[in-house]
């Protein structure tokens, strides 16, 4: 064995530049200098310390790739801070008892979750199980940082800042105080010991061995800064092992003194400096790894990323640090530092992402070649992700999925969202459209009849409130069904009903019953023909990372307190939204998407760094809801600068690479963002170096990205607006008859029944739509027959009274809640005293009811062959004289007699029409006396008549309702004939004045383009 590495005093410390492959040259390295060639088996006794368990397994990988096909006997690779006290460089029970085993972070949540439950009910506040469990999360993470850091006195915040601190902030340090006495003992109850607590001890009983007796293997500490304690002691210790060595990553050994005395907390170099003068060494005595000398290229890379980050309070003599440089090593230093690295900054979100996706892409062309990105925003990974699909790429992205998002995940939370309100049809429709429901049957068979089913039969007003509500729209009157389909729908509904009959809402259970309930209903409605549902449900990335949820539920809540099932949605919601599912299987090898920690030591031979915008990268203080930032600084915990410290090491190390992207976006969200701290201070500096023109070229990639991502998804053509829908379908293809009130329709805008008449296109309502004016008028006119068909002879004295109850009744059969009846009965009550007064009024004229709610047809002949058209008609009241009055009931607006007169509304005059001919209305007919609109909207006044005919000023009077009835059923032939003729298009909505009020198919004839279009509004259109 070569003595190179450990035959000069201790302390030995190394450095390995940033553009070094780190890792790669420590493997390299360590095989020459204990001649792995000639002894394959040296290696194995050289212990070697990584920050992460990403480290230590890319470190095994750097070793097995140096070895090619000769024998890789590893070394012993260890994370830092996950050394077991059953693993080497322990004997096996040698610290039994020191360390006890570290409680799961699941059952910590669980825990703590518990204490602020109880917390929250002693101060008379309802927080629930899943708000508890939001708030358990930074508690833990504070525990840990007091473990870290071993801060065990929280009293000096009494001292300090009691009396200055606002409540919630005195009401958070007195219940710290209390878990910091209760946590420690239930811990000690559990016979278990948190994380950091753990690797405190344990890497203090490494230090303590080692001082007493050094190990007779060599140990290298590698990649780690030393911000950590408990880290900086073990390499403190390792450093001056007879052979012992830390290797640090991207020490700036070089620095100007001014620059190495001003560094702060917020500074790349701050842990590291702090671990240097722990020796009390001149940083120039940090030795370069054996054979990583740095070329110039990347010195001068490294050395304008330095300065770019130089202190705040070195830069006052920024220019002459630059002048400087430039005297040094030349005029060209910065144009040469700043070759290989490019900023590009996209105009939104989406094209950034786009951008990196190119990048990523573009990789793949040179065989062997590998990039990664580096970003801490998840959701602009998630849309490179997204990006990349479209090239046929799935990337390995270290930060996963959330769990919700996989199948396994969104079915166990839509299960949840059916059990707590199963007459919701949107709940059903996720959980139906899930690919593992099948509730036992073919998962073809079930997705097409319930596809079916709920378009046709559950759309609109929501069924009920149960899942029995469901059920009984299969009754054949909403939707037609072949019986095979409806046996099908029947056994999937008893299964569903059968299966979640455990999941009481009301019951209060322990967490782990709710758990057990819970896996048994999903195995059960996930079950297939010849597949169980438990292999369904948890198979594969997603399956397994939710069965590790219920697995907690059932194993570690025992200490949170019984629940309901709401109560038990929102726990289990907020642990799958924390829970990440990485990619196992079909990732590209070459690509990789990683976080700042997980980047940490990795190489690449393209970087690209993305997100680099303020609150982003570095990330925002955020909102700590336990201790302020300045509770932190008085308990001496980490401050929150030295976050960004550690966040800016990344940056630097990274930025310093031989091929980097930087990329941003100027906005987000639509309004502009701030560029990072980083690249601010970048782009300062060599725009003061180099000037502002030279700077931009020099920062300017080689391609440009921006403008090819751009064209991504350029058609090539410039926007060209659909020009107006004029169809022609054959005569033979054209209805043969409408409704009256489809006339209206036909008349104000011909497409939508050529949409839904010819094309067979029906609007589809909304699911779970809120009961509206609809189901308000619905209810109305059924109120209304119902009562006044008792009341054809007398009307009793107690009307009034009547109706609003028979009213109740219709509301709530139209899915009317009891909160809101208490505005409906009373409104209605309001119309039903005019309705009754006015009723008495005209009976007194001697006018009586002679039909309520008459259905009616009436064949017109015309030239194209005969036309049908057909109607019901609210009521109709008959005069002394024999003539009949023709009303309408309008729980909203009614049309103006004026737009009834000239045809654009004419239900009425139509009605009247069909009742003078004889046989158009069963055992019914009679001349037109007078068309009432009679609105009940149920406002102050309760309702109101409004006559269509004979109205208007003396000057310009309104027809009567016979010169009405004539006039409608003449447009109406005149209509037909213009539309019997194939010529004839089926216009959208082509008069100004009168339009259709809905629109539904204004979509579907693409009218905001062409209408929006030069010369192609409506004006100027018929009239």
Known sequence: MSESLFDTPAPRLFTLPPQADFLRSIARRLRLEFNVETHPDALTRVLILTPTRRAAKALGDAFAEEAGNGVALLPMIRPLGDIDVDDPPFEPGELAGIAPPAVSASRRRFELARLILAKEAALGREIGIGGALALAEPLGALLDDLATEDVTDLSVLDEALQEHLPADRREAVEFLNIVGTIWPMRLKELGLVDSASRRSIVLGALVERWDRQAPSHPVLVVGSTGSIPAARDVMRCVAQLPQGAVVLPGFDWDADDKAWDHIDDSHPQWAMQAFVNDFGIHRKQVRQWPGSAEEAPARARRRVIAESLRPAKATDDWLDRVEQLKQQYGDDYFARGLDGLSLIEAPDLLAEARICALLLRETLDTPGKTA??????????????????????????????????????????????????????????????????????????????????????????????????????LDGKYVDLFDDDRAAIETILTQMQAAMAPLEPDEALPAAVWAERHARAAEALASSVGREGAVRLWAGEGGDAAAGVLRELLGETESLPPMRLFEYAGAFRELVRARRVPPR?????????????????????????????????PAGLGVDPWL??????????????????????????????AEVFLTRATKADGAPTVASRWVWRLKTLVEGAMGRDAAARALEPAEPYAAIARDLNAPGLGPKPAPKPEPRPPVSARPRGLSITEIRTWVRDPYSIYARRILGINRLDPADMPIGPRERGTALHDALQEAFENWLEVLPEDAEAQLVEVSRRHLVKAGFAPEELVVEVPRFARAARWLVAWERARRAEGITIAKLEIKGELTLDVPGGNWVLNGRSDRFDRHGDGRIDIIDYKTGGAAAPKEVASGFDPQLPLTAAMAREIGAFKDFSGEPAGLYYVRLPGNAKGGEETRIDEAGPAKSPTPTAAEMADQAIADLREWINRFDNEAEPYLSQPRAKYVNDYGDYDHLARRGEWASAPGGSDEGGET
């Open 372 to 473: 990664i990105l580096v970003t801490p925003d998840r959701g602009l990974a998630r849309r490179v992700a997204a990006e990349m699909d479209r090239f046929g790429v799935r990337l390995d992205d270290s930060g996963g999925a959330a769990l919700s998002e996989t199948h396994s995940g969104a079915f166990l939370l839509r299960l949840l969202d059916v059990a707590e309100d199963p007459g919701s049809v949107v709940a059903l429709s996720a959980l139906w459209g899930s690919p593992l429901f099948a509730a036992g049957l073919e998962r073809g068979l079930v997705h097409g009849v319930l596809g079916k089913f709920e378009a046709e039969a559950l759309r609109g007003v929501r069924p009920g409130r149960e899942l029995a509500a469901v059920r009984a729209r």
């Open 585 to 617: 299987l079909g990732v590209h090898p070459r690509l990789q998407v990683l976080g700042p920690l997980e980047a940490r030591l990795i190489g690449a031979d393209r970087i690209v760094l993305a997100g680099l915008n303020e609150g982003v990268w």
């Open 628 to 657: 302020s930032a300045g509770m932190r600084r008085v308990l001496e915990l980490g401050a929150p600068e030295r976050r960004h410290g550690l966040a800016a090491h990344d940056f630097a190390q990274l930025a310093c690479g």
